[in-house]
């Protein structure tokens, strides 16, 4: 078994309102349930908005400490899955599940061994 990163890529804004986010977490949370029973899941997180990050780059012999996100853009990194999945057609079966439920794009990535 390999495990794949399933990140959650959302645009940047605010965030929606409940009456939108409710019925998502309820099956974000149902997909999770269901990973977990077929021995899938492995952990997941959300993350804060991509302003609360923070960015240090190596530049002279310095480490510069920046605030924001690494780059600038119209949607970042919201959350992520991670998963042991068979082979890479398990794992974008997995990551389908997870877009429809989101209706956010998810980028699949192996882990490296």
Do not use: C
């Amino acid at each position: 078994m390999s495990q794949y990163l399933l990140s959650i890529y959302q645009p940047d804004g605010p965030v929606p309102g409940p009456e939108v986010l409710e019925p998502i977490m309820r099956d974000l949370a149902a997909l999770n349930r269901e990973m977990q029973a077929a021995g899938a899941w492995v952990f997941a997180a959300g993350l804060h908005p991509a302003e609360s990050a923070t960015v240090l780059r190596p530049r002279d012999g310095e480490i510069l400490i920046t605030d924001g996100p690494f780059t600038e853009g119209k949607e970042h990194l919201g959350g992520f899955t991670v998963i042991e999945a068979q082979d890479l057609d398990a794992a974008l079966g997995w990551a389908r599940k997870l877009a429809g439920v989101t209706t956010l794009p998810v980028e699949v990535r192996p882990f490296q061994h």
